[in-house]
């Protein structure tokens, strides 16, 4: 099965400023990197992904980058605002058909006014 | 129209019951799942069901099963309650399996075993 580790557990930024979340995980034939936000008392939901064959994907303000090789996917978030404060969740997927989502320990993002 | 629902939001139930969880999507997809969130918020997956296959995590318990009345819906089992049980259950579906894309959550059952 897939081991993921995400660093760091708590993030503490001040409004404005970038925020870098990084995700490592073991599985060489993951194909998927999806990260999910969730904010206090809310439904986790998706807020960005990238597939293997893409090193970098942009949204606005945040994007997702890929290093294949070393086994990793970061969330950049820039000029954060209040509303971005969540636990982030990375999820990189290996397998196929009907399985689910193996999640990362999440990330507690807090936007310091 | 909510895409995932589930029911009951709160289940608060002594140990040794048992419970079940609804849920239900309208969003025409063929597969769904049941995750657990614990005190900790880690997030893990418990079940994947589509019209073909149910895929187990090996970590839960026996004492949780889900049934699929039809696509539309995955309902949640859960017999001889116990105070580990209590967390954040969340129910959600996809279009084709975990690495076809978006996962749709539901809003999550709190469930408190006493």
């Known amino acids: 099965g897939e081991n993921v580790e995400q660093h760091p557990s708590t993030l503490s930024v001040q409004e404005g400023d970038s925020a870098v979340i990084k995700c490592t995980y073991s599985d060489s034939a993951s194909n998927y990197f999806p990260w999910y936000k969730q904010e206090l008392g809310k439904r986790p939901q998706l807020i960005i992904d990238?597939?293997?064959?893409?090193g970098e994907k942009k949204d606005q303000r945040i994007a997702v980058t890929l290093n294949k090789t070393a086994k990793h996917f970061s969330l950049h978030i820039t000029e954060t605002q209040p509303e971005d404060s969540a636990v982030y969740f990375c999820?990189?997927?290996?397998?196929?058909?009907?399985?689910?989502?193996?999640f990362g320990k999440g990330t507690h993002l807090i936007i310091q006014p | 129209d909510t895409a995932v629902s589930q029911t009951p939001k709160y289940l608060v139930t002594q140990m040794g019951n048992d419970k079940s969880i609804k849920c239900e999507q309208n969003l025409g997809h063929d597969t769904m799942y049941w995750y657990k969130q614990d005190s900790k918020k880690f997030l893990k997956i418990m079940f994947s069901?589509?019209?073909?296959?149910?895929?187990i995590n090996e970590t839960v318990p026996n004492r949780f099963s889900p049934k699929s009345p039809d696509k539309a819906h995955l309902n949640l089992h859960i017999n001889s309650l116990e105070l580990g049980d209590s967390a954040v259950y969340f129910c959600?579906?996809?279009?084709?399996?975990?690495?076809?894309?978006?996962?749709?959550f539901g809003a999550g059952t709190r469930l408190s075993v006493l």
């Open positions: 999820a990189p997927y290996s397998g196929g058909g009907a399985d689910g989502l193996t």
């Open positions: 959600a579906s996809s279009r084709g399996g975990g690495g076809a894309g978006i996962q749709y």
């Open positions: 069901y589509n019209n073909k296959e149910l895929i």
């Open positions: 990238i597939r293997s064959n893409v």
